[in-house]
């Protein structure tokens, strides 16, 4: 049974940094597109950066692009988001996805999910 649990939430000011953690376990995760989404009250969930596991393609969104790194330690199955230069707009919870086939920002494409991991960020 796949299972994502999230990890490294917290409490900031604004630009300093997290690092959110996304613990994989039920599967080999090879060839899987694996994704963080957040999302503030009342808005939808919004697809942040993704990465295709294998060949570690790397797709961020545009809002975060330079302040947020995606990567995947392949030994212990455990993907991570650094988030440097934080901003209160940044504040949500945090979720981790993945799906075997599907990729791109729609979160109906990601069959998986962790239970998200809260951000606040103090401006």
């Known amino acids: 049974q796949v299972q994502l649990v999230e990890s490294g939430g917290g409490s900031v000011q604004a630009g300093g940094s997290l690092r959110l953690s996304c613990a994989a376990s039920g599967t080999s995760y090879e060839r899987y597109c694996m994704a963080w989404f957040r999302q503030a009250p009342g808005k939808g969930r919004e697809g942040v950066a993704r990465?295709?596991?294998?060949?570690?393609?790397?797709v961020y969104a545009e809002s975060v692009k330079g302040r947020f790194t995606i990567s995947l330690d392949n030994a212990k199955n455990t993907l991570y988001l650094q988030m440097n230069s934080l901003k209160p707009e940044d504040a949500a919870m945090y979720y981790c996805?993945?799906?075997?086939?599907?990729?791109?920002?729609?979160?109906?494409?990601?069959?998986?999910w962790g239970q998200g991991t809260q951000v606040t960020v103090s401006s």
């Open positions: 990465i295709r596991t294998g060949i570690s393609t790397t």
């Open positions: 996805a993945a799906d075997s086939y599907r990729c791109g920002w729609a979160a109906d494409n990601f069959n998986y």
